[in-house]
């Protein structure tokens, strides 16, 4: 097995899909296909299973992806070592973050580590954190930026802390406040503890659920529509219309309520040198 045989089994685990795996190694499909029946016969069981929903990994399958992707990046590593030339670095960089942090940082991010390290092929999955968590853990991505507190015994960084704002598509009373539409988006556990506690702190009636949502980006367009309130870390006040009314919200002793951004990572993984250098890069980015 060879280079190319690396690449088909990162690409098809993005994909799931032989057709859009030949067009990105300019193979055509049956080729592909008999390269895939040709692994099977040399590993000798069984890799991939076929359905109509796309190609899935046998456990065997993601054992030998695993190798696959180690196997790949040192020969990219190799490579940069012989030409000596940083800033054409290569390699598979697999990114993990919440939904709202994708939303207000991830472009200005990827836009600085892109242009300086054009070579990396980057893919970025967006999902809860505690759902991030579990990737990383499985090692299905090198690593994530998770919002909150999550319970993660390896490589931890703080990047941030970003109050929490409310935002209302009226003038905030909190007299009339349990009356009005309340909007909320999907998230991890720990964020729901901390606005149903805050809720609890200021209000003696439930709040009256309008809506939930998939992703806080539509809960603050909601928002903007005239409807509603919601509670959103503050990096994603510039998605506000203007009109919107937004107080930062304080627990009982008058501190603001916080919503960390965490960068999280299993420590071997530093041995790849696209992650350790965005690691780096987000140090850098977030001064920490």
């Not at 060879?2 to 067009?23: C, G, M, P, Q």
């Not at 390290?117 to 998770?146: F, W």
């Not at 809720?199 to 659920?209: L, M």
């Not at 041995?271 to 850098?284: A, G, K, N």
């Amino acid at each position: 097995m060879n280079n190319t045989d690396w690449k088909i089994l990162i690409y098809l685990r993005e994909e799931r899909s032989i057709n859009k795996v030949a067009k990105r190694l300019f193979m055509t499909q049956p080729s592909l296909t008999y390269r895939l029946s040709q692994m099977e016969k040399e590993i000798g069981c069984p890799l991939f299973i076929r359905t109509n929903k796309g190609v899935h990994f046998t456990d065997a399958g993601n054992r030998l992806f695993s190798f696959a992707e180690k196997e790949l990046q040192q020969y990219q590593d190799m490579k940069n070592y012989v030409t000596h030339e940083p800033n054409s670095i290569s390699g598979v960089l697999r990114i993990g973050a919440s939904q709202s942090f994708a939303q207000s940082h991830m472009p200005a991010i990827l836009k600085g580590f892109v242009d300086k390290y054009s070579d990396i092929e980057i893919s970025l999955t967006t999902d809860t954190s505690d759902e991030l968590v579990k990737l990383v853990k499985k090692e299905d991505i090198h690593l994530a930026i998770v919002r909150g507190n999550q319970e993660w015994p390896d490589a931890d960084i703080l990047l941030e802390d970003a109050p929490l704002y409310l935002i209302s598509a009226k003038k905030i009373d909190y007299s009339t406040l349990p009356d009005q539409p309340s909007i909320r988006y999907r998230s991890d556990p720990s964020l729901d503890e901390l606005r149903t506690r805050w809720w609890r702190q200021n209000f003696t009636d439930s709040p009256h659920f309008m809506l939930t949502v998939s992703d806080c980006l539509t809960c603050v367009e909601i928002v903007n529509q005239g409807l509603g309130h919601s509670l959103i870390p503050a990096d994603l006040l510039p998605k506000c219309a203007p009109q919107v009314n937004r107080e930062m919200i304080y627990d009982k002793q008058k501190r603001p309520l916080l919503r960390p951004s965490h960068l999280i990572f299993k420590q071997p993984m530093l041995q790849s040198t696209p992650v350790r250098i965005f690691v780096d890069y987000l140090r850098s980015y977030f001064k920490v």
